[in-house]
């Protein structure tokens, strides 16, 4: 499985972006496909994660509001679309896969396959 992530780029204050991350080989139905995000100096953050059966959509308790996840089953393509974007939003986003959704779909390190990472700068 390989993942490109692309979509990031500079808007202001308020702005929307939609990030897409494109998988290649086959993906199980079982997998998660997640969002994560890291600003320099900081850990990487959860940011929401999609599981690939439903579609159904989870979130970092501080962004359900502003971001929605959702996936595209016949292009093999997850996206995010974040509304009222925020300076704090500025970030290298990257998106990630692994085979069997849990309850530990929000951390980093269960996740086996990343994407290279799109730069989302968000200007005041």
């Known amino acids: 499985v390989q993942l490109q992530a692309f979509g990031g780029g500079l808007v202001q204050t308020g702005g929307s972006l939609r990030l897409s991350c494109a998988v290649s080989g086959r993906i199980a139905i079982s997998s998660v496909m997640a969002w994560f995000r890291q600003a320099p100096g900081l850990e990487r953050q959860f940011v929401a994660a999609?599981?690939?059966?439903?579609?159904?959509?989870f979130y970092s308790e501080n962004m359900r509001d502003r971001f929605a996840g959702s996936r595209d089953n016949a292009r093999s393509t997850v996206y995010l679309q974040m509304n009222n974007l925020k300076p704090e939003d500025t970030a290298v986003h990257y998106c990630?896969?692994?085979?069997?959704?849990?309850?530990?779909?929000?951390?980093?390190?269960?996740?086996?396959?990343w994407g290279q990472g799109t730069q989302v700068t968000v200007s005041s």
């Open positions: 990630a896969y692994r085979r069997v959704f849990n309850r530990t779909y929000m951390y980093s390190r269960y996740y086996n396959y």
């Open positions: 999609i599981r690939w059966s439903d579609g159904a959509a």
